[in-house]
């Protein structure tokens, strides 16, 4: 496995400081390729046409950074340029060669889309996921090549377990990371679908789309204790009765059993100062045998 430079951002990687003066080659841009390893999966068609508008009339000011291939090269930085550069029709771009392993490609695809926010939430992750899947890296490792803490990298990842329903919506800016992660918190992907809709229904902020979530947990904990007690109240009335029947018996009066799960009380009725007395010698007496 390659050796990993880590926490030095895009100048490190690609060397710039100890290059200043590298030499920028002018290439054909059929001779050109594109990133592989390139964590961003949708480039706006309008603002590419938008930059080609700019290059027909200013030109590229900064050189494409690209790795020799055989008889081709692969960019490693600058694709969105080389996109507009094509519906320029521009013959040639202007770029830097350098010689970069996978792992390094995929890490400077990933600083130079982050450091612009050009990614999606969504393609974040699955760069950060491939780094860890193709490349071994640890959470920490990432974290240290993108300048962020290990809990934002964690929790990048955790979108990718939601819906593709949902994940579809970050990549489509309809809702953002800090109502994905909010709805992570729900365990049932329907019920997390149908709160997604809601929220972009109501146009919910992260604070409002915390709260109904809160408020559906909390209504799901009491559901399921209702549900504990309907069954606990099911089963007295097969295995408790008995055990009320002869307790009643013994101490002359009712007496109920309230049962949940492995623990309970003993409800013993008295109507008079006179029956809790004599119900407490019953006891006593019952106890000194």
Known sequence: ?????????????????????????????????????????????????????????????????????????????????????????LEKIKAIVKDLTDQEILEVALIE???????????????????????????????????????AVANSLRLLSLPDEIKSGLVERKITSGHARALLAIEDPEVQKRVMEEIIKMNYNVRQTEKIVKEYIDKKIDDNNDNE?????????????????????????????????????????YYSNEELERIIEIIKRNAEM
């Open 113 to 151: 889309n982050l450091q612009r926010e050009d990614l999606n939430p969504i393609e974040e992750a699955e760069a950060y996921e491939k780094l860890i899947k193709e490349h071994g890296l640890k959470q920490e490792e990432i974290a240290e090549i993108v300048g962020k803490s290990r809990p």
């Open 229 to 269: 007690i309907k069954k606990d109240e099911k089963e007295k009335s097969y295995e408790v009765k008995a055990v009320e029947e002869m307790l009643a018996n013994i101490l002359g009066t009712k007496v109920q059993l309230d049962s949940k799960r492995k623990k309970g009380k003993i409800i013993i009725e």
């Open 1 to 89: 496995m390659t050796k990993k430079r880590l926490g030095r951002g895009l100048e490190a990687l690609l060397n710039v400081e100890e290059n200043e003066y590298e030499e920028i080659v002018e290439l054909r841009i059929n001779d050109i390729e594109p990133n592989l390893e390139q964590p961003r999966k949708s480039f706006d068609e309008e603002s590419l046409r938008e930059l080609a508008e700019s290059i027909k009339k200013h030109g590229i000011v900064q050189p494409i950074i690209v790795r020799k291939e055989n008889d081709t090269y692969r960019i490693v930085a600058g694709e969105r340029r080389w996109r507009a550069a094509k519906i320029a029709n």
